[in-house]
């Protein structure tokens, strides 16, 4: 397992770059092919955005983002906390995407895509965190990760 270091962070749209950054050169240096990068690069913004935005109902607060890759399998699991209002964005139900921009509800949109890029989404409240998980497979044939 190649584990990331921990970020633990001021939640806002400032740092949110800090985060993508640190994100991408970990699934770098891990062989992550350019497809499968940007799909777990839109899941983290979508995700660390909404912390930032809503979480803290406007007032300053930490998010903290892990981040490891396992080999057998190959898997990306990205792990966002923050000590926030309980929500949990799973509940939301998905957006009818089937109807024009004009006739859907605002909201839900940013999840759904979430949930469309990643294969695995989970989320718990324990010890007073938000804490939300995203898997995404990696290929399998580059097995060991780069130096």
Known sequence: MDKMQDLKLQA?????????????????RNGCPDEVKTEV?????????????YAYEGKPGEA??????????RVCRVVFQDRGVPYNPLEKEDPDVSLSAEEREIGGLGIF?????????EYRYENG???????????????????
């Open 113 to 121: 895509m979430v949930k469309q890029c990643m294969d695995k989404v």
């Open 64 to 73: 903290t983002v892990q981040m490891e890759v396992t080999q057998n399998p």
């Open 41 to 53: 690069l839109i899941s983290v913004e979508e995700i660390y955005v909404n912390i930032a935005h």
């Open 12 to 28: 806002s749209d400032d740092t949110l770059y800090t985060v993508l950054d640190a994100i991408e050169a970990h699934l770098t």
């Open 129 to 147: 965190y938000n804490i939300l998980a995203i898997e995404k497979h990696l290929p399998s044939e580059q097995n060991t990760p780069l130096s």
